[in-house]
């Protein structure tokens, strides 16, 4: 078992930004994959950024390239997304999830077995 909680989230005007972390507990972290997704109302969950469990390889969506980073601390067993030039579209809940199959990076929602409960991200135009 994985327990994932975010922090970090809440209300920036346009071009501000924030950075989200995940503290994990329970299963190695250090093996994991962890994926931030987001879901926006009326949309599915989407992935945003994810970081195998070395770093030392990441996945950002494209919408995002540029503007996030992310990053984790294997002797913390934590995981961040700094969020830069944040824009009204970025407005959602913010997600945390894991894989525990740390070789490899999925995009699909449906790779990643533990997630958080979430954290608002609203960005006023």
């Known amino acids: 078992q994985v327990q994932l909680v975010e922090s970090g989230g809440g209300l920036v005007q346009a071009g501000g930004s924030l950075r989200l972390s995940c503290a994990a507990s329970?299963?190695?972290?250090?093996?994991?994959?962890m994926g931030w997704f987001r879901q926006a109302p009326g949309k599915e969950r989407a992935i945003v950024a994810a970081i195998r469990w070395s770093g030392g390889r990441t996945y950002f969506a494209e919408s995002v390239k540029g503007r996030f980073t992310i990053s984790r601390d294997n002797a913390k067993n934590t995981v961040s997304l700094q969020m830069n030039s944040l824009k009204p579209e970025d407005t959602a809940v913010y997600y945390c999830?894991?894989?525990?199959?740390?070789?490899?990076?999925?995009?699909?929602?449906?790779?990643?077995?533990?997630w958080g409960q979430g954290t608002q991200v609203t960005v006023s135009s």
């Open positions: 999830a894991a894989d525990t199959d740390g070789t490899v990076i999925s995009a699909s929602r449906y790779a990643y077995e533990y």
């Open positions: 329970g299963r190695a972290f250090s093996t994991n994959t």
